[in-house]
């Protein structure tokens, strides 16, 4: 099949998202999201997101390929985001992109979400070069993944033990009286005016660690730090000064973030790193990975912000890549899968 034209749902947490892309060019990424719903509960609720999910989804949909062009008759595969995620809320995009694919009589490619967070960057900086070092920072995960091949070869080097790096930056917002989601807000918090001059632990990075720990990550002792030194500043009847703990944090995180993905393709004689996920739309993370592996001679890919979180058109270039390498389709009773591990690319 010549440029097969992809359709990609994903509905692993609270974006509703809908992509189209033909071969490895995107055509249209549709969002609809649940954000504002869950914003006052302080984090996503999942009964919200399912219901959130099924109102969005025809509309969304239509809206994709009104913008796009295309007709779903046009549709050559169907993919969606299998897992990992939550439960119900992935339950109704796998539903969804089954009745499309029994409808149009297409294959359907139930993908994983972390590995199309990864191929997203095919549509904006072309064909990953075979191995890519991946550094995958979202609300639920930070991982270091080699890969081989984003289509079915993936290998986790290492993992967060307890906070994923987004979950942070979320937690910490928080203690500061910042909205959520927090990440953005501590990453303009930290531009207008934070000076970093805390000094917060470094998770797992002292010489045992790196033996036990080498490319895991930890981020709880971190926020545990921060929280007492905000309330420290609360007890003695001083002002907490916001920008600055937000810059001290993100600071703390990047810092290691790139600091172990940078060793790991050194090790590993990867040229190659691809950041992705919502975390990867931080500010200072993309400007010290960018110093980082100037001085490594590792050359960088970062999609855009707005590929870096939820969206449909990630899943559609995951699809894409499969068709383009003959991957096998999968199954019509594929389940949706929460706790997907990150090496099974496909359902
Ligand atoms: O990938 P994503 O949209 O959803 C998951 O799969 O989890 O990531 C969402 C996470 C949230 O924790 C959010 O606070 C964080 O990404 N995030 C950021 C930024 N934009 C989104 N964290 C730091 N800086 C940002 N600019
Ligand atoms: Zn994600």
Redesign the pocket.
Known sequence: MNEPLVLGIET??D?TGVGLVRGQTLLVDAVASSVEEHARFGGVVPEVASRAHLEAMVPTIERACTEAGVRLSDVDAVAVTSGP?LAGALLVGVAAAKALAVALDRPIYGVN?LAA?VAVDVVEHGPLPEPTMGLL?????SNLLLLPDVTHDIRSLGATIDD????A??KV?RLLGLPF????H??RAAREGGQVVIDFPRGLTSGRDLERHRFDYSFSGLKTAVARWVQARRDSGEPVPVADVAASF?EAVVDVLTRKAVMACREHGVEDLLIG???A???R?RSLAQERCDAAGIRLRVPR?GL???NGAMVAALGAEMVLKGRDASRLDLPADSSQPVSQVSA
């Open positions: 692993s947490c974006e995620g979400h967070h920072v979202s609300g639920g995960h994923a790096a987004g979950e930056f979320d917002a989601p927090g990440g953005p501590i990453d993100q996920g919502g975390v739309a931080n500010t993370l912000p870096c979180t939820d």
